[in-house]
C-alpha cells in the first residue's frame, strides 16, 4: 500500500525566507503527487500536482515542487514566502495510478513570523 | 458553477443519533470520495465511488455507509453516531482521468457528545 511521510509537523519562517517543506512517498509504480494547502477552518486548495514530464512542477502563489524518483521525495519550495502563506499543507499520493483516491501526509503547519 | 458542494456545514449530533451528511456536484464527475481529518492524522478516505451504483470502501469505512443513486450526489450516513466520528468530513469529486485535478468540498464539522 501506498504511504506519504511528512517529516516536519511544524515550521517556523521568517516573512521573506525562503521554505522547503518535506515530502516523502512509498508507492510500488509511478506515483502521481499533490500538494494541498489548508488555511484555518477553510477547504483544500490545491497547490500543484506531478504526473509525468518534467520533474519540476510550477504551482499557483509560487510555489514549486520536484519529484526525485531516486530519493522518493515531492519537496515543496517557495523562495520568499509571505504572511498569507501561513497554513497547514499536505502532501498526498494517488494510489493505483488513478487520481481519485488519495492518501495523504499528516500535514505540515507552517508559520511565518514578520 | 458551484463545484463541490456539502451540507451542513456544522453538526452536533449526541451519541447513538443518526444523521446524513450531503454532497453534490455539478461537474458530471463519475468519481466521488468521501475522507476525514483528524488532528495530527492528516486526511483518510472512508468510502469512494467510480460511478452510479459502484461504492467501495476507503482506508476506514467503519461506523459509515454510502449510496451512489444518482451522478451529483453521494451522501455519507451515520448510522448510530460515536464520539471517535468526531471529525472533519470532505467530500471530493474528480473526472478519474490521469492528469485531472480533484475538487474538495469546504468540509463539514461534527461534533459527537
Known amino acids: 500500500a501506498q504511504s506519504v511521510t511528512q517529516p516536519d509537523i511544524h515550521i517556523t519562517v521568517s516573512e521573506g525566507a525562503s521554505l522547503e517543506l518535506r515530502c516523502n512517498y512509498s508507492?510500488?509504480?509511478?506515483?502521481?503527487l499533490f500538494w494541498y494547502v489548508q488555511s484555518p477552518g477553510q477547504g483544500l486548495q490545491l497547490l500543484l500536482k506531478?504526473?509525468?514530464?518534467?520533474?519540476l512542477v510550477q504551482g499557483i502563489k509560487g510555489f514549486e515542487a520536484e519529484f526525485k524518483r531516486s530519493q522518493s521525495s515531492f519537496n515543496l519550495r517557495k523562495p520568499s514566502v509571505h504572511w498569507s502563506d501561513a497554513a497547514e499543507y499536505f502532501c498526498?499520493?494517488?494510489?493505483?495510478?488513478?487520481?481519485?483516491?488519495?492518501?495523504f501526509g499528516k500535514g505540515t503547519l507552517l508559520t511565518v513570523n514578520p | 458553477n458551484a463545484g463541490v458542494t456539502q451540507t451542513p456545514k456544522f453538526q452536533v449530533l449526541k451519541t447513538g443519533q443518526s444523521m446524513t451528511l450531503q454532497c453534490a456536484q455539478d461537474?458530471?464527475?463519475?468519481?466521488m470520495s468521501w475522507y476525514r481529518q483528524d488532528p495530527g492524522m492528516g486526511l483518510r478516505l472512508i468510502h469512494y465511488?467510480?460511478?452510479?451504483?459502484?461504492?467501495d470502501q476507503g482506508e476506514v469505512p467503519n461506523g459509515y455507509n454510502v449510496s451512489r443513486s444518482t451522478t451529483e450526489d453521494f451522501p455519507l450516513r451515520l448510522l448510530s453516531a460515536a464520539p471517535s466520528q468526531t471529525s472533519v468530513y470532505f467530500c471530493?469529486?474528480?473526472?478519474?482521468?490521469?492528469?485531472?485535478?480533484?475538487?474538495f468540498g469546504e468540509g463539514s464539522w461534527l461534533t459527537v457528545v
Open positions: 471530493a469529486s474528480s473526472t478519474g482521468l490521469t492528469g485531472n485535478t480533484i475538487y
Open positions: 508507492y510500488g509504480a509511478t506515483p502521481y
Open positions: 506531478y504526473f509525468s514530464g518534467d520533474t
Open positions: 498526498a499520493v494517488a494510489a493505483g495510478g488513478s487520481n481519485y483516491k488519495l492518501t
Open positions: 461537474m458530471n464527475h463519475e468519481y
Open positions: 465511488s467510480v460511478g452510479a451504483g459502484i461504492t
